[in-house]
């Protein structure tokens, strides 16, 4: 029984209807607010994106296709930028945006993380010598450092497959460091050496024994790599390290430094995508303690005290 289905059952709630299981789910979150809210906010922004996509003409986040610098109006809900954009349109096309890149750079990080971690952790020996040195090396190297070198050097060919793949390059070191330690522990559990005794091999030993129960950390580790690759990209981004053409919260930021927009008094073009970044990784920090405290015992036995 893995930890997410212990965490579940803490309220004696029968699982035979699909009704029960959500009032299941929904009373867990009601206990665990950090959760709850964090979940709450990043569906709010979610929300706003498809609804955006459908209900407004997203369109108009192109140059040239409004009046510039214009305030908040009835027409132009956030009014627009020196360029000619509803910063409104801007807000639903830049949040998809980043998130995008969040979201693959994290998966594809922890997923190269999850893959080294358990062979470092799980088959030791030379493997883990190797990929411990490998690891060691990338992180004795400043993130950012590299992330500009590389960024500034194909800055003309940018676009946000590309940032994907420039921060997904390095969003695996933490996750395999992390799930490495997990894994040095959990071969030797009680049923993990169970399970060698009965011949199981050594990756139906990690696929049907150790997978199901790390896969809280995982999400875990998959929420803060998503995290850490949207404040990359967008530290990039506000640099002017970013797709130039293409509407990005960072590059919001960045176009709004660069034409001065507070001495121009247009604050709007500054507060939209700094609001909705702030309601973002608020809203992925609290979804981050949340998942902590479902994969930590010791926190969830502290929150139901």
């Known amino acids: 029984m893995t930890l997410l289905a212990k965490a579940l059952q803490a309220q004696p709630l029968e699982w035979g209807s699909s009704r029960r299981r959500w009032r299941t789910v929904f009373l867990y979150l009601g206990r665990n607010h950090s959760l709850g809210v964090g979940l709450l906010l990043l569906l709010s922004l979610l929300a706003l994106v498809v609804g955006g996509h459908v209900f407004y003409d997203i369109g108009l986040a192109e140059p040239l296709t409004s009046a510039p610098s214009r305030p908040p109006s009835a027409r132009y809900w956030l009014g627009t930028d020196k360029h000619g954009r509803d910063l409104f349109a801007v807000l639903i096309v830049g949040t998809f945006l980043t998130c995008k890149v969040g979201l693959l750079a994290g998966f ?3 997923v190269i993380g999850t893959v080294l971690g358990f062979l470092a952790g799980f088959f030791r020996g030379w493997t883990d010598a190797v990929i411990n040195l490998v690891t060691d090396v990338f992180l004795a190297v400043p993130p950012l450092l590299i992330l500009v070198v590389i960024a500034a050097n194909i800055q003309a060919h940018l676009t946000t497959d590309a940032m994907v793949w420039i921060i997904a ?19 030797e559990a009680g049923y993990v050496n169970t399970a060698r005794l009965n011949g199981t091999s050594s990756f139906g030993i990690i696929f049907k024994e150790m997978m199901p129960n790390l896969i809280p950390y995982l999400m875990v580790s998959f929420v803060l790599a998503t995290a850490a690759a949207m404040l990359a990209s967008v530290g990039l981004e506000a640099l002017g390290l970013g797709p130039q053409n293409e509407p990005t919260l960072g590059m919001t930021i960045y176009w709004a430094i660069y034409y001065s927009a507070f001495l121009l008094g247009m604050w709007w073009w500054v507060l939209t995508p700094v609001i909705t970044l702030v309601v973002l990784f608020v809203g992925l920090y609290l979804v981050t303690t949340g998942l902590d405290e479902l994969a930590n015992p010791r926190l969830r036995t502290k929150g139901a005290g």
């Open 169 to 187: 390059a390095l969003s695996w070191r933490e996750p395999a460091r992390r799930i490495r330690s997990q894994v040095l522990v959990m071969r």
């Open 108 to 110: 594809i990080g922890v």
